[in-house]
């Protein structure tokens, strides 16, 4: 059963720290995707890459955030320095975009929830 | 640009209700629908997918894309306790060539005994 990994599954850390969050994507997929969940704002796209290039990270304050693929098994979201206000439930979504733009729906991953105090 | 727009939450709905969960949306391209459903603390997974023209049926619920009025409306006969959660239309950006989606701000659907 094929399933999206991510790692940590919770995170608590002190405001100014440098946090790191990883994602495995299910093996054949090629897109990859970052959302961040908060109860005021819902799930917000940060960033997303299609065959590791990123696409679009229009939705990631680029101050303090960054996202990369290293390889096709591994995304990598980080906050450097953390603040209080990026405490949040950070999902990683894989999918797979076929020849001719068929579509495929997004699966997600468990989730990272991140306390930054 | 596109955009997806659901009927505010919370809904509360006894056992056995009829459910209907509005979804609409504006989009330049042929449109792929979603409806996707977050229980309490896990993530979001997909409930329904639709094309055009196309009804589906998953887990009781119903979906079917209404053109002429820009709308996927998320329906159940009736509802389980079970049920409770958020729900999430989205819509497939086309126009990107990937399968970016939009969602919705989301509909909290709660079930009372």
């Known amino acids: 059963d094929a399933r999206v990994t991510q790692t940590p599954r919770h995170k608590v850390t002190e405001m100014g720290q440098e946090v790191t969050m990883r994602c495995q994507p299910i093996l054949g997929h090629n897109t990859v995707f970052w959302y961040r969940q908060t109860m005021m704002q819902g799930l917000e796209l940060l960033a997303y890459?299609?065959?590791?290039?990123?696409?679009?990270d229009s939705g990631m304050p680029k101050d303090r955030f960054s996202a990369e693929m290293p390889d096709a098994t591994l995304a990598t979201l980080k906050i450097q320095p953390s603040e209080p206000r990026d405490s949040a439930v950070y999902f990683c979504?894989?999918?797979?975009?076929?020849?001719?733009?068929?579509?495929?729906?997004?699966?997600f991953g468990p989730g990272t929830r991140l306390t930054v105090l | 640009g596109d955009s997806v727009t659901q009927t505010e939450g919370p809904v509360t709905l006894p056992e056995r209700a009829a459910l209907t969960l509005n979804c609409t949306y504006q989009s330049s391209y042929s449109t792929f629908l979603f409806w996707y459903v977050q229980y309490l603390n896990k993530e979001p997974e997909l409930l329904l997918k639709s094309s055009e023209n196309q009804e589906t049926d998953s887990r009781g619920f119903q979906a079917s894309p209404i053109k002429s009025d820009s709308s996927f409306h998320l329906e159940k006969p009736s509802v389980q306790l079970s049920d409770s959660a958020v729900y999430y239309c989205?819509?497939?950006?086309?126009?990107?060539?990937?399968?970016?989606?939009?969602f919705g701000t989301g509909t909290l659907l709660a079930v009372q005994p």
């Open positions: 989205a819509l497939r950006d086309r126009g990107g060539a990937t399968n970016k989606l939009i």
């Open positions: 979504a894989s999918g797979l975009v076929l020849a001719g733009g068929l579509y495929n729906e997004q699966f």
């Open positions: 890459f299609r065959n590791r290039a990123p696409l679009d």
